[in-house]
């Protein structure tokens, strides 16, 4: 896995930031991973996106990329716990980039991921993860199900299902995969940027392969990802039975700007952290009958 030299020689140092303790450099061990990728209107996702400088990955003319990416950590320096990424692939610039291009060029045109939602199931991974890095993390219900011959994860709250994301598990993780991702995140009206080093063995299916269920419930924090236009067919599927993963604690700010003042900080600012404690106990699972019913917006082929 490349690591940057600077991370590597913070190895057995310590750190503690807003009275988190880290010991450096801030990782994660033996996580399984389900990925899924569907394509979406460009236009669309591009009215998802904060400021003026990110702009939707395309992959043609017309159509960008929505990424769900489930991981279950079991080993972190803040202990166990779930996370549930809803992401659209962008481009960061003062224009839009060309299709397919940015994925030759990913550093010269800032390839990575715009976080629209990133609900997780334990209080003190919602105080560093967004308190730290600016990731839109927020509590609750989770599961991360491996069965015969699927992977599925389900994210409920105050009740409602947001959203049900499964997928069919290939065959065999054969590939050996070292790669650096970007996430950027909207937080006390600033974007954000960070990076995460990972590596593990990777089983993936991508076209007419591939094959996934997606489902979105009618919970407030989900409603603008169904006017994406998301394919029936999932543009890839893939899973890490374990990963290692590196995040680093350098990242990067920019001021979020608009055409007019806002009249209020966007999204939200640093009230919504500062009362937060360090509970490391993971909310409950959603119940086994699950939630009300959802949208279907992808299903098995």
């Not at 992959?59 to 202990?79: A, F, K, P, Q, W």
């Not at 899973?239 to 608009?258: C, I, K, M, N, Y």
């Amino acid at each position: 896995m490349f690591i940057p030299k600077r991370i590597k020689k913070q190895a057995g140092r310590y750190s503690r930031v807003d009275d988190i303790p880290y010991a450096l450099p801030v990782d994660s061990k033996g996580a399984p991973v389900m990925m899924a990728a569907f394509t979406v209107d460009a236009r669309r996702a591009a009215s998802l996106l904060p400021g003026n400088e990110l702009h939707p990955l395309r992959v043609t003319r017309d159509r960008s990329v929505l990424l769900i990416t489930v991981i279950d950590y079991h080993v972190t320096d803040i202990g166990a716990y779930i996370e549930f990424s809803i992401a659209l692939a962008c481009t960061h610039g003062l224009r839009p980039a060309p299709p397919l291009l940015p994925l030759l060029f990913s550093k010269r045109y800032g390839v990575g991921q715009y976080v629209v939602d990133l609900p997780v199931n334990t209080e003190v991974s919602v105080k560093g993860g967004k308190g730290i890095w600016g990731m839109p993390k927020h509590l609750a219900r989770l599961d991360f199900r491996v069965e015969d011959g699927t992977v599925s994860s389900r994210y409920v709250e105050g009740g409602q299902l947001a959203v049900h994301v499964g997928i069919e598990r290939p065959k065999r993780a054969w590939l050996p995969l070292r790669a650096a991702a970007v996430n950027y995140c909207a937080f006390r009206g600033l974007l954000m940027k960070s990076s995460i080093y990972f590596r593990g063995k990777f089983g993936f299916r991508l076209g007419r392969w591939a094959k996934a269920d997606l489902k979105l419930g009618d919970h407030p924090r989900v409603r603008p990802l169904k006017e994406l236009g998301i394919s029936d067919r999932p543009l890839f599927t893939g899973f890490f039975p374990s990963s290692s993963g590196v995040l680093d604690d350098h990242f990067e700010a920019w001021f979020l700007t608009q055409p007019s003042l806002p009249e209020s900080t966007y999204p939200e600012g640093l009230e919504s952290v500062v009362d937060l404690g360090q509970g490391q106990t993971p909310m409950p699972p959603p119940d086994a009958a699950g939630a009300p019913s959802a949208t279907v917006q992808g299903v098995w082929p």
